[in-house]
Every structure is written in structure tokens, then in C-alpha cells.
């Protein structure tokens, strides 16, 4: 079985072992759960990566609750990926998430009146979340007000962070947290 009925998920490499466990990489063919994860402690981190990049679109606005839209968009950006790199977009997807996902933030502690920030580790759900939500929210970004459609943003923004070139916004994203986080251990 394959994702989309495309793309094969046997020969797939991840090599952020933090990572590992919290991307699902399970062969179906549309990834649609139905939100049968919802009620279960860390029930997300069973549903296809594929799918849950596709719940980022489906915020408020244009697209709200509209999953086959979102399913259609990633659909066609994966093939899109296909096309211009001539990987497995799957595989592609994984490096960009891997090269998204921040390693340190910062959390306010409130001690005597007095707020400060101070640096953590970020838990591997965390790192994976903002990952996918700054991919997503790169296309959306991208993609209005311009003729260029949210497709082919998604599909530029995960190659751009894939092979970790700066002028992808989640990678910028990643860059500025962790400097923050730096200056504030």
C-alpha cells in the first residue's frame, strides 16, 4: 500500500532519533483518521505525517474544516516535489521536518515579581508541531494576494527547507527561537 496510491514508505530514513517515534510514516491511502486520535494522550503522534501536515491547512478562515481541500493541496505539492527534486517527496518532507524542527525555546519563569526568560529543551511532539505549523503557515503566507498557488508555495517552502537553504521561512523561524533561547540560558 502506498500514501495517495504514489509513494512508498518502506525505504524511508529518518535520521533525528528524537524524531523518530512521533513521525508516522504507516502506508494508507488517503490519510483521513477521522480524528479517532483526539481523545487519546499523545493519540497525534499516531496519525500519518502526511495527514497531520494537511490539519495545519484547515485553520480558521478560507479553508476551515475543509479536509479534502487540505488533502488535495498536500497531494498536489508532494507531486509537485516530485517532479522538480525526482525523490520521494515523502522522504523529501521528512529532511525538511527534520531541518525545522527547533531544538531549544524559551519559557517565562516569574520569580519575586520579577519575569525573566530562561532556556528549555523542547519535548519531540513540540519540535514536530512547530515544524509542521511553520511549513504550513509559509505557504498560506506565500500564497495570498499572489498568483502563485498554495500548492506550489507548500511544495517550494518544504525543498527550500529540505536542502536548508536560509530563504525558507521556517528554517528562519527555527533560526530566530533558537537565538533567543541562546540568549537567555
Not at 500519518?48 to 491547512?57: C, D, G, S, Y
Not at 516535489?81 to 515523502?90: F, K, S, Y
Not at 515544524?131 to 503557515?137: Q, T
Request: charged share 25%; glycine share 6%; net charge positive.
Amino acid at each position: 500500500m502506498k500514501i495517495f496510491d504514489a509513494w512508498e514508505t518502506d525505504g524511508l530514513v529518518i535520521n533525528d532519533q528524537g524524531l523518530k517515534a512521533y513521525i508516522n510514516l504507516r502506508p494508507i491511502v488517503i490519510p483521513h483518521s477521522g480524528g479517532r486520535h483526539e481523545h487519546r494522550r499523545f493519540g497525534k503522534s499516531q496519525v500519518n505525517i502526511v495527514e497531520r501536515l494537511a490539519n495545519m491547512f484547515m485553520r480558521p478562515g478560507k479553508n476551515g474544516g475543509k479536509k479534502t481541500k487540505a488533502l488535495q493541496i498536500v497531494k498536489n505539492a508532494l507531486y509537485i516535489i516530485h517532479l522538480r527534486t525526482g525523490e520521494n517527496p515523502l522522504q523529501v518532507l521528512i529532511k525538511a521536518l527534520e531541518n525545522c524542527a527547533p531544538r531549544e525555546d524559551v519559557t517565562r519563569v516569574t520569580y519575586g515579581g520579577i519575569t525573566y526568560f530562561k532556556a528549555v529543551d523542547i519535548s519531540p511532539q513540540r519540535r514536530l508541531d512547530l515544524a509542521l505549523r511553520w511549513l504550513a503557515e509559509a505557504a498560506r503566507e506565500n500564497s495570498f494576494r499572489n498568483p502563485i498557488t498554495t500548492e506550489e508555495a507548500l511544495a517550494n517552502e518544504i525543498i527550500l527547507a529540505a536542502t536548508g537553504d536560509v530563504r525558507s521561512y521556517a528554517l528562519k523561524k527555527k533560526i530566530e527561537q533558537e537565538r533567543v533561547a541562546l540568549a537567555s540560558r
